[in-house]
């Protein structure tokens, strides 16, 4: 039986294409730097505001389908307890990591806070289907906490990248015009993937980069628009050779060229020294790794404690595994380092912070492993298939 | 009769020890070898400084000694100008009882970011920022650029190009924290910066660039056309932590040090000064009489 009957194709090769774009960015920066940093310079721009648009929307086309019936934001009322966990999961490490950088005395980190929302979302879903099985509630739970993290993240980032207030009105007209032109292509039926990157998408990327919100997330409120299956086929499932809709059509031509794009993004943004780098560099890690699955076992207590309903099968010990595993921030930590910081030897701590959160997987295994959950539970009886507990 | 002998002993061990101190404040002050020209432009340079400890004030004495001799207005700032805590009692130990006799006297800090800097620090009146992470001023025919190297976004960047292309003074000089040239075994140079700044420095012709970050003192050789000096250890030293190399035309890592500084018409005067008053490294760069845009900065003798 092969590993890609279990794991998705999207999320393996992603986990092939990005760490080996960061593997040949991080010897080039060190044997040969001058041309390393020449390059990474000229590609930034392209890669980091123009190529991971497609990026974010192939992941966006995954998000929709989870509130389909059948996925796990369907209906949203399941998303409630994941959601206040990812809250507590970002609240703690903040106060960690604010409270690290002043003991280590490098206050100018402290601009760069809101890395600690990210969570690389199909990472953690492999290393989350890795430990507890693709239909265990735990890896649902993981998946919502991942993607409300990274939606607070990016709230936060649009707020705190200043910018005129000229060309936040200017933007955001752009931007209303964007997606009022996909809501329209929408309801006509329109067919055609492209007809909604040229009209709203450009408009929406313009509007974005005006107001001063990063415009690799243009996609992002038009790909609900594209008209899609009435039944969430399975988080990053491949669209089948017959899938006829303007969503999947839409990922089937970008999902390979996204691949080529986190190869680049890896490259542009993964070149980081590997000597002559400050202590806060350990800011990032230390305070998802230790803070991630503190916030996650309060705040998810606290929620069932006010009254929502305790997702089945995840207790405590899944929670602390939950926590760990989204402490990879990965390739959402690289992002949202390049948005808020600027070329500097700050960039490249908390890029190498982002990189050293890949750790967290291992750590969620040697977790699982020494608390018994997941596939390590020695009186192991999964959900049954298909079931999502909330 | 005892008692006017004893009196009499110890006003001459006080008027000895008095002698003494002057002397050696002398010795200190003579070891100046800059022009000293009554209206050339003056400064002195401390990178990496606010610790707070003992080896700042030592610095920080030894530059109101050479004050005393050599009036400079105004004193640069290389970044971490105050380390750990940034509450006002920090800044008042780290920078305010420091520099307490060059502030009485009037002289202007000018600062610039570091690493270990609160952002919030440019809003502290004596830093001179105005609230800016970067900014320009000139005095005479010198003007000053200094930068945040810590986060070089795009608003910077085009700042810097359009500020240096617009200034028509003889003399560019830029500082800020990061060194793009450094031979300092900790961290040396800063090449991604480099690939941003240098090519801009180049083109419009700076003259001469100040960084801190490596705590030692470093001349480079012109790179480009351009003299870069690294000046990190005015509160705290890595002892040894130069690894000469080709581009060191000269170093000094055994004790902190400042520099001094003298622009008089095309000549800029140099010298590093040791915590104990020696100097160090001393000499003078000439520039050419300013183009329009960019070329190369003239040469430099000893």
Not at chain 1, 47 to 69: I, K
Not at chain 1, 209 to 237: C, K, Q, T
Not at chain 1, 316 to 342: P, Q, S, W, Y
Request: proline content about 6%; some cysteine.
């Amino acid at each position: 039986m092969s590993i890609r009957r279990h794991i998705p194709w999207f999320v393996l090769d992603s986990m092939l294409m990005l760490p080996l774009g960061c593997l040949v960015a991080l010897t080039w920066a060190n044997v040969e730097p001058l041309s390393y940093y020449r390059a990474s310079h000229a590609l930034a721009f392209w890669v980091n505001d123009v190529g991971l648009v497609f990026f974010f929307g192939v992941m966006t086309r995954n998000v929709v389908d989870e509130t389909l019936p059948g996925g796990t934001l369907h209906p949203w009322r399941r998303a409630a307890v994941p959601a206040v966990a990812a809250l507590g999961g970002i609240l703690v490490p903040v106060a960690l990591y604010v409270s690290f950088l002043s003991v280590v005395a490098e206050p100018m980190l402290m601009s760069a806070w809101v890395t600690t929302c990210a969570v690389d979302v199909a990472a953690g879903y492999l290393a989350g289907t890795l430990i507890f099985g693709r239909r265990h509630p735990a890896t649902a739970f993981l998946v919502l906490l991942s993607i409300v993290s990274n939606a607070i993240g990016l709230t936060i980032l649009a707020v705190l990248i200043p910018t005129s207030l000229l060309h936040v009105a200017v933007g955001l007209t752009a931007l209303v015009a964007g997606i009022a032109l996909a809501g329209w292509f929408g309801r006509r039926h329109a067919p055609s993937p492209w007809l909604y990157l040229a009209g709203p998408g450009v408009l929406c990327w313009a509007g974005l980069y005006l107001a001063g919100v990063h415009p690799a997330l243009a996609l992002v409120p038009v790909v609900p628009f594209m008209p899609h299956s009435r039944r969430d086929p399975g988080l990053f499932e491949e669209p089948t050779a017959t899938a006829h809709n303007t969503l999947e059509r839409f990922e089937r031509f970008w999902a390979p060229p996204v691949q080529f794009i986190l190869f680049l993004f890896g490259l542009v943004n993964g070149g980081v020294p590997l000597h002559g780098l400050e202590a806060g560099l350990w800011g990032l890690p230390i305070a998802v790794l230790i803070g991630r699955p503190i916030g996650v076992v309060l705040f998810a207590s606290l929620a069932v404690r006010i009254g929502l309903h305790r997702t089945s099968h995840v207790g405590v010990r899944e929670l602390i595994v939950i926590g760990l595993t989204a402490a990879m921030g990965f390739t959402m930590a690289l992002f949202f380092a390049a948005a808020i910081l600027g070329i500097g030897p700050l960039l490249q701590q908390m890029e190498s912070g982002g990189l050293l959160t890949v750790t967290a997987g291992l750590v969620a295994w040697v977790a699982a492993r020494s608390l018994k959950v997941g596939r390590f539970h020695a009186h192991r009886s999964p959900p049954p298939e298909g079931e999502v507990s909330s | 009769m005892a008692c006017s002998d004893r009196r009499g002993r110890g006003a001459a061990l006080t008027l000895t020890l008095l002698l003494v101190a002057a002397g050696a404040w002398r010795a200190a002050a003579q070891d100046l070898r800059l022009p000293n020209a009554a209206d050339s432009v003056k400064f002195a340079v401390i990178g990496d400084s606010g610790t707070g400890d003992p080896p700042q004030f030592d610095v920080a004495n030894q530059m109101a000694k050479f004050h005393g001799v050599f009036r400079f207005d105004r004193v640069i700032m290389l970044g971490d100008n105050i380390y750990g805590g940034q509450s006002a009692s920090d800044l008042d130990q780290k920078f305010a009882q420091p520099y307490k006799a060059l502030l009485d006297a009037g002289v202007t800090f000018y600062a610039s970011l570091g690493n270990h800097d609160s952002q919030n620090n440019r809003n502290y009146p004596p830093f001179h920022m105005g609230g800016e992470r970067y900014y320009s001023y000139a005095t005479k025919n010198v003007r000053f650029f200094a930068l945040d190297t810590d986060s070089l976004d795009p608003a910077q960047v085009q700042w810097i190009q359009g500020a240096l292309k617009s200034a028509t003074e003889q003399w560019k000089i830029c500082y800020f924290h990061h060194p793009l040239y450094s031979d300092g075994k900790t961290h040396g140079s800063d090449i991604n910066l480099r690939t941003v700044l240098e090519p801009i420095f180049v083109a419009n012709g700076v003259n001469v660039v100040f960084s801190g970050h490596d705590h030692i003192y470093e001349r480079i050789t012109p790179q480009k056309g351009i003299y870069y000096f690294v000046s990190g250890s005015a509160g705290q030293l890595r002892k040894g932590d130069l690894r000469r190399s080709a581009m060191t035309a000269a170093g000094y890592d055994a004790d902190c040090s400042f520099m001094l500084v003298e622009i008089a018409g095309s000549d800029m005067s140099f010298e590093a000064v040791s915590r104990t008053g020696q100097v160090v490294d001393s000499g003078v760069i000439h520039a050419p009489p300013r183009r329009t845009s960019g070329g190369a900065t003239g040469g430099m003798r000893r």
